[in-house]
């Protein structure tokens, strides 16, 4: 199933886990590239992560792993090198998300990759980055989330949160994948290939710097303040009549219209709200006006006349209800996709992000485990005897 998008003919092997290294492939594949998956013999772990399927594939691996082609291979057998010298010389790109020090073992890292070929791109993303007393260690979101700062301001009651959601996984991915093609073009011009180095911890201080840059700058020392804003007011989640809903007020302007709506406009004139900054600071008395506003309305009520006074608002929404929405519908994020062992099709998200001329797109269902080893081996040269031995021998 070839594909038409931008990046047609170049071809990466994912040999990512988890989330960064493998959504930094997913982005490629979905603008057309073609995207080998390379995974232990069985499925590797994160296939089973959140099970979705009769045969307890999960939806992380659904949705993380669309437009791919699936290759078995475990690279620490004494025979990978039979597979991977031949098929590391086809590729454009070699993705990979291991501590800098474990690649060399595996004859992944960037040194033994151009020795295969000479312009390959090499893109890591490790928890902690290529150098400094961390760099061998392994870490997950959650570590990123911690130690970026983001699970301390997040926190309520000196305790600090992290989400469930792994944003720093994916922050990590986006600029692995935008560093790739920039190294693409790269190569385009110079005729040269490149190493891309993306981490976790990089990724989360990059997305939480103004913090740290005010902290660095003021030593302000800022506590958890849970789901209100430090320097903008009322903004926090406000439970209504039936659901909840939130609220963020930034500007003078914005502030007014609140101010009027909610029946307050002395509060225009109160020194305490006189900017964004003070407003903030006394968030909690602004919170404290508007929780009593809220939950005097339905959620559409108080959205309407939100809505009506111009103030950005929005239900929070459970993972059902957020998929289902009429907005996230119309948006076309939602690909209904066949998978083996689904009842119905699974509704993987697609690239956020519209291209006119160029979108990307879900044109090929996520692979099952090894799906297509016999087409990718025999393409590089192997007989039905050398896969069958291979198989045999437990080499994919």
Request: aromatic share 6%; hydrophobic share 40%.
């Amino acid at each position: 199933m070839a594909s038409e998008g931008v990046l047609a003919g170049i071809r990466v092997l994912d040999f990512g886990r988890y989330v960064a290294g493998p959504y930094c492939a997913t982005i490629l594949a979905d603008f057309g590239a073609d995207v080998i998956r390379i995974e232990r013999r069985g499925g590797s772990e994160d296939r089973w992560l959140t099970p979705v399927t009769a045969d307890g594939e999960g939806a992380l691996f659904l949705q993380i792993n669309r437009n791919k082609r699936s290759l078995t291979l475990d690279p620490r057998h004494e025979r990978a090198r039979d597979v991977l010298d031949r098929l590391i010389p086809t590729a454009d790109v070699v993705v990979t998300n291991l501590p800098v020090p474990a690649l060399a073992g595996l004859g992944l890292d960037y040194a033994s990759l151009r020795a295969l070929r000479e312009d390959i791109i090499h893109a890591n993303v490790s928890s902690f980055g290529p150098a400094g007393p961390w760099a061998e260690r392994g870490g997950f979101d959650s570590v990123g989330q911690a130690m970026s700062g983001s699970a301390w301001l997040a926190g309520k009651d000196g305790e600090p949160r992290r989400t469930p959601i792994t944003w720093v996984d994916h922050a990590a991915a986006l600029h692995a994948a935008i560093g790739v093609l920039m190294a693409i073009i790269a190569r385009g011009q110079t005729g040269r290939g490149q190493e891309v180095q993306a981490s976790l911890l990089g990724s989360a201080l990059a997305i939480g710097s103004t913090y740290l840059v005010e902290e660095a700058m003021t030593g302000i020392g800022r506590t958890p303040i849970g789901n209100r804003s430090f320097v903008n007011g009322p903004t926090d989640s406000f439970r209504t009549r039936d659901g909840w809903i939130v609220t963020q007020v930034v500007g003078d302007s914005l502030f007014r219209r609140w101010a009027r709506m909610i029946g307050e406009p002395a509060w225009l004139e109160d020194p305490d709200f006189a900017t964004d900054d003070l407003r903030g600071i006394n968030g909690a008395r602004l919170s404290e006006r508007m929780a009593a506003w809220c939950i005097e309305q339905t959620n559409d009520e108080a959205l309407d006349a939100l809505r009506a006074a111009g103030i950005p608002s929005g239900p929070i929404l459970s993972p059902r209800e957020a998929i289902a929405h009429e907005q996230v519908q119309s948006m076309g994020l939602v690909t209904p996709t066949p998978y083996p062992g689904l009842d119905g099709l699974a509704p993987l998200l697609g690239y956020p992000a519209s291209l006119g001329a160029t979108p990307a797109s879900i044109h090929r269902p996520p692979p099952t485990v090894g799906e297509h080893n016999q087409e990718i081996l025999s393409a590089l040269g192997f007989d039905a005897g050398d896969i069958a031995g291979f198989d045999r021998d437990g080499v994919i």
